[in-house]
């Protein structure tokens, strides 16, 4: 079973930037498509962004475009979310997961919770107006 541990959230002003990580244990995660999702409170978890197994393919959600960067160390089994600018509607518990499949998957169908398997716990973002 494949344990993903997000960490990197924190407390922000409006303007400012957060580097999110997830670290994968268990099997290595080589071979998935990773993606990041948030919650914010009473609302439903959305997708944020996804990469590829192949490195280069990523995927965004519009309303993090030219803002959030997804990346991913394979030898260190470690997917990243780099955050800059950050508004207040950013504010969220945002999640990590892997990808169900280990076949190239079109990265569109990515934004979708059910291509993946496995989700890490959380961790919280807020930014401040």
């Known amino acids: 079973q494949v344990q993903l541990v997000e960490s990197g959230g924190g407390l922000v002003q409006a303007g400012g930037s957060l580097r999110l990580s997830c670290a994968g244990s268990?099997?290595?995660?080589?071979?998935?498509?990773m993606g990041w999702f948030r919650q914010a409170p009473g609302k439903e978890r959305e997708f944020v962004a996804a990469i590829s197994w192949t490195v280069g393919n990523t995927y965004y959600a519009d309303s993090v475009k030219g803002r959030f960067t997804i990346s991913r160390d394979n030898a260190k089994n470690t997917v990243y979310l780099q955050m800059n600018s950050l508004k207040p509607e950013d504010t969220a518990v945002y999640y990590c997961?892997?990808?169900?499949?280990?076949?190239?998957?079109?990265?569109?169908?990515?934004?979708?919770?059910?291509?993946?398997?496995?989700w890490g716990q959380g961790t919280q973002v807020t930014v401040s107006s």
């Open positions: 997961a892997r990808s169900r499949f280990t076949t190239a998957r079109p990265m569109a169908v990515l934004s979708s919770e059910w291509e993946y398997e496995d």
């Open positions: 268990g099997r290595s995660f080589r071979r998935y498509a």
